[in-house]
């Protein structure tokens, strides 16, 4: 089973402000099949990216994805009030034993 | 349009069985593959299973594996997720969600439910 290790734990920024997130995989990730998702309070995780660096349908261009084999990043451009949220990353390189990482929190400073 | 309208909270006593249920709208349900993800309490996500409505093939994590049963009702547009005896470690949010992907069993999830809260008390 691939682990997926999402560093860091908790993210404090202020709006405007580019945020980094990272996903770090224990072996290297088929083709490069990883998601992000970003979770709110009380709400169900939504789709942001899939294949790493493809933007999912109707998420601002502030969000990218990018890495591959074993590192991947997601970077926010520049950070919305609503962007702050849990963010989970996603391996489905895999077939059929998809993991997913523990977590990035990110929050207002 | 395109959703997943899941069943509401539950609580429930050690050794109870469960069934929720997760409801697809606005697609074709048939033709989709649909899952369920676990998530704990303040913890993160697990994949737990899927099911082709179709013809109800249906694969589960390893980690979940007779543990839990899912099943579908494609005449109805409903996929179930059921226990037949629960425990207290079974406390957590479950969410179905429609994988996609370009490549077979190669899945993200792009479509998901708001989540049953299972809870699992004495």
């Known amino acids: 089973e691939i682990v997926l290790t999402q560093s860091p734990g908790t993210l404090s920024l202020s709006p405007g402000e580019r945020a980094t997130l990272s996903c770090r995989a224990s072996?290297?990730?088929?083709?490069?099949?990883l998601a992000w998702y970003q979770q709110k309070p009380g709400q169900a995780p939504r789709l942001l990216i899939y294949a790493a660096s493809s933007r999912a349908s109707g998420i601002p261009d502030r969000f990218s994805g990018s890495g591959s084999g074993t590192d991947f990043t997601l970077t926010i451009s520049r950070l919305e009030p609503e962007d702050f949220a849990v963010y989970f990353c996603?391996?489905?390189?895999?077939?059929?034993?998809?993991?997913f990482g523990q977590g990035t929190k990110v929050e207002i400073k | 349009e395109v959703q997943l309208v899941q069943s509401g909270a539950e609580v429930k006593k050690p050794g109870e069985s469960l069934k929720i249920s997760c409801k697809g709208s606005g697609y074709s349900f048939k033709t989709y593959w649909i899952g369920w993800v676990r998530q704990m309490p303040g913890k993160g996500l697990e994949w737990m299973g899927i099911?082709?409505?179709?013809?109800?093939?249906?694969r589960y994590s390893p980690s979940f594996q007779g543990q839990v049963t899912i099943s579908v009702d494609k005449s109805i547009s409903t996929t179930y997720l059921q226990w037949s005896s629960l425990q207290a470690s079974d406390t957590a949010i479950y969410y179905c969600?429609?994988?996609?992907?370009?490549?077979?069993?190669?899945?993200?999830?792009?479509?998901w439910g708001r989540g049953t809260l299972v809870t699992v008390s004495s």
């Open positions: 969600a429609r994988p996609n992907g370009d490549s077979l069993f190669h899945w993200y999830f792009d479509l």
């Open positions: 996603q391996q489905y390189g895999s077939s059929l034993t998809w993991t």
């Open positions: 099911i082709y409505p179709g013809d109800s093939d249906t």
């Open positions: 072996q290297s990730v088929t083709s490069n099949y």
